[in-house]
C-alpha cells in the first residue's frame, strides 16, 4: 500500500511529503539546514527543532514550502529527518507514516557500511509497520561525508547506483555538495509516484516541470548542479525595463 495521498480537493491543497532517514549523524540535520538557509525567506517556513532528553538527539526538523498552481492549488512541501539513536525507534516509525518519498542520508566510509545496512532494514521494517509497501515508496539515496578518508570510491558508489533501482547522489553537505540535488531527486521521485495515483497534471493541472520549477525558484542554486536548470534570482536592486 501507498501512503494516502494528501490532496484535498475541497481546501485546494497538495501536501507532499518526505522523510530524510538514516543512521545517528549521517548528516540528515545538515541537509535540512542548508536547503532552510537556502530557501528564499518569504516562502519557507520555521526550522523547528525538539530536543529530546539525551540532549545529543534532534527529534525532527520540519520545513514547509508552499506555492500556489496556476489552476489555484496550494501546494506545501514538508520535509521531515527522524533521529538516528537506535533507542528513538518508535519516533522514527511516526514520522514515517505518510511519507511520499525517502532521502537516505547515508554515511559513505567504509567503516559506516554496517550502521547503513542495518538502518536500510529498519526503514524497510518500518514501513511495513506503517502499511506502506517498501517496494512502492521511492527511495533515494545519498553517499554524504565525501570529504573525509576511507570512503567508498567513486567506482564503488557507481557500482551501487547499477545495482539497486533508487537513484543514488554524492555529497558532502558540510560544503553544501549534493544537498540541493538530492532535495531535486527526491522530489522528483515523489512527484511521479504522487502523480501516478491521482493523476496530478490530469486533475489540478499541476506537471513535474512545474512543480520542481516552482520550489526551485524559490531556493538559491548557485554553485550548485541545478544553477544551469533553475537560476539563481538576482539580487535585489537591478534596474528592470
Ligand atoms: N566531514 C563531514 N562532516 C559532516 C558532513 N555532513 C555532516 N557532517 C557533520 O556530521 C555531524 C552530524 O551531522 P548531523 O547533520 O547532525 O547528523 P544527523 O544525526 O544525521 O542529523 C555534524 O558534526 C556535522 O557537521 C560532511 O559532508 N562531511
Ligand atoms: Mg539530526
Known sequence: MHATVQLNHAQRELTVKIVYYGPGLSGKTTNLQLIHQRTLPDVRGRLLTVET???RTLFFDLLPVFFSTASGFKVKVKLFTVPGQV???ATRRIVLQGADAVAFIADSRRSAAPENNAYWKNLVENMRENALDPAQVPVVIQYNKRDLP???TDAEIEETRK???EPVVGAIAIRGVGVLE???AVL???FRSIDARAGLSKNIGLTEKEFLTQVFNNIDTSGTELEKLFPPKK????ATP
Open 53 to 55: 532528553h539525551d540532549d
Open 87 to 89: 533507542i528513538h525507534n
Open 150 to 152: 576511507d570512503t567508498k
Open 163 to 165: 545495482k539497486g533501482k
Open 182 to 184: 538530492t532535495l531535486f
Open 188 to 190: 522528483q521521485v515523489a
Open 235 to 238: 539580487a535585489q536592486g537591478s
